[in-house]
């Protein structure tokens, strides 16, 4: 089944960069393995997978910007 991987919180900041996506579609993951690498302005932050799986798709690109709750 699929699931969706929501940003998390990453406090008051709106609209922080994806700077690097280390999954491609079809990958295999495990639980807390890296999945995208945001930048805000104090500080670099890893979203990590909450569980394992294959991943499906993938929703930003580097240079997207996001804020807390949208779907990769």
Same mark, same amino acid.
């Given at each position: 089944?699929?699931k ?9 900041f ?10 491609t579609?079809?990958?295999t993951? &495990? ?7 945001l ?8 979203v ?9 798709d993938i ?5 997207? &910007? ?7």
């Open positions: 089944m699929a969706d991987i929501k940003v998390p919180d990453i406090g008051d709106k609209n922080v960069p994806v700077i690097e996506i280390f999954v579609p079809g990958q993951i &495990k639980a807390e393995d890296p999945l995208v690498s930048e805000s302005d104090k500080a670099t932050m890893d990590p997978a909450p569980e394992g799986g294959v991943v499906k929703r930003v690109k580097i240079g997207d &910007k996001v804020s807390e709750a949208p779907s990769f």
